[in-house]
């Protein structure tokens, strides 16, 4: 909006930085895990602060890992794991976030203590789906304040998808007939609850 002011960042590191000029991408094509023949990165833009706020980080009403949610697959007492918001086109993809609104950076270890535990669970309950290698966890926490990660079904044999690059595989791939994402929710949800917690919660 125009009147958030916002100026250059500035540290020692920021003034390394080719700030307007557009970069090779070839360390991303040469990469062994990539999965791109040709990259055109845009110019480097201006890094300007302060940040915008993330949402739930000035109003908690505003933070959609807070409210009820029909897209909550699992859920127990402390944590949740909503999935099918959205088109998809790996196996699954799905968010995993504390009930109550937490950061990283201040989440009572309490919690932090049961989330490895959950992490595995959600690990087994992602490669239970048929055709399903691995599940990957990955962590940004740009666009909300409250803690939260993802989790991505690599297919079994896609060596194009391993590391970082299964991100963009699921948007390009075809999207995930309804009744087969249907099918690969239950499953995650219902092995989930196998542990503990309930399967489809409900708002």
Do not use: N
């Not at 110019?43 to 908690?60: C, K, Q, Y």
């Not at 009403?61 to 699992?74: K, L, N, Q």
């Not at 959205?86 to 049961?114: K, Q």
């Not at 992602?126 to 297919?155: M, N, Q, T, Y």
């Amino acid at each position: 909006m125009s009147d958030y002011e916002t100026a250059p960042a500035d540290s020692a590191y920021h003034r390394t930085l080719p700030i307007g000029e557009r970069l090779s991408a070839r360390p991303l094509v040469e990469d062994d895990l990539s999965c791109f023949d040709d990259v055109t990165l845009s110019a480097l833009a201006p890094m300007l602060v302060p940040e915008r706020p993330r949402a739930g980080e000035l109003d908690r009403a505003e933070c959609g890992h807070c409210r009820p949610s029909e897209h909550t697959i699992w859920a127990d007492d402390l944590w949740q794991v909503r999935s099918g918001w959205d088109r998809f086109g790996l196996p699954y993809v799905g968010g995993i976030a504390p009930r109550e609104h937490h950061r990283l950076e201040d989440a009572p270890l309490d919690l932090l203590t049961t989330l490895g535990p959950l992490l595995q669970r959600v690990s087994t309950a992602v490669k239970s789906i048929p055709g399903v290698a691995r599940c990957h966890f990955s962590r940004w926490g740009d666009g909300s304040e409250h803690f939260h990660l993802w989790a991505l079904a690599r297919p079994a044999g896609m060596m194009q998808g391993r590391g970082a690059m299964l991100a963009f595989w699921d948007d390009v791939l075809p999207a995930l007939p309804e009744d087969l994402r249907a099918e690969h929710l239950r499953i995650v949800a219902e092995s989930l609850a196998s542990g503990g917690g309930e399967a489809f919660p409900g708002p």
